[in-house]
């Protein structure tokens, strides 16, 4: 056992969504679920942490919140996996369906929620992993988090990823599909916005 689960991990997770189908379907036939269960539990292991960062930038939200809406959403991924091609990126159709779930979670909580000054945020970013963002002072952290809350979703994708979780333009490829080319120009069109933002403000 301890072998399979170490080739799940090895695999990508357009692989692993694969492999869930094809447990779901031995599930049918032998109404043993465990081994869904298994593939599904790394999924959301792989993923959980950076989905809930990402609604937290996106939104602005505390992270107890962000917790909250990561759950939602891994309900409504399992629910949605049936209608996925795992021919297409992951992350991207996943990160559409995360969105739409934080929205209606905002939606749903509007006089609850309540928007954190960005103690949890800071809180959440791990020290001494990027020298690029230690230099800033938290009101320049702070103004770019404002900008940033203004980008399409896909930018916001590519800044979390490129910036806060130090990926490499080949490991955003694969997980996005992208060319490399589209991946520089979306990221120079989101500095341009956060820029222009950052002087409104």
């Known amino acids: ?25 031995a599930e049918h036939l032998t109404g043993d679920n465990a081994g869904a269960e298994r593939v599904f539990a ?9 989905f809930a960062r990402l609604v937290t930038l996106r939104y602005g939200v505390d992270a107890a919140s962000a917790e909250e809406i990561a759950q939602d959403f891994w309900l409504e991924c399992y629910s949605a996996l049936p209608r996925y091609n795992p021919d297409r990126p992951f992350l991207a159709w996943a990160t559409t369906i995360l969105f739409r779930t934080a929205e209606k979670f905002l939606r749903k909580r509007s006089r609850e ?4 000054p960005q103690s949890d945020f800071f809180d959440m970013q791990p020290s001494g992993e990027n020298p690029e963002t230690e230099t800033l ?6 103004s770019m988090l404002s900008a940033l809350r203004h980008l399409p979703t896909d930018l916001v994708l590519l ?14 490829t694969a997980a996005t599909g992208l060319g490399r080319s589209t991946i520089f ?15 409104e403000d």
Do not use: P, W
Request: glycine share 2%.
């Open 137 to 142: 002072t938290r009101e320049q952290m702070a």
């Open 113 to 116: 929620v309540q928007l954190s």
């Open 1 to 25: 056992m301890g072998v399979f689960l170490a080739m799940l991990e090895e695999l990508t997770d357009e692989e692993l969504i694969r492999e869930l189908k094809r447990a779901e379907l």
């Open 185 to 199: 120009e979306k990221l120079n069109l989101a500095y341009r916005k956060m820029r222009r933002h950052m002087k």
């Open 159 to 172: 800044i979390q990823l490129r910036f806060f979780e130090n990926k490499t333009i080949e490991e955003i």
């Open 42 to 50: 790394i999924l959301v292991g792989r993923h959980n942490k950076s």
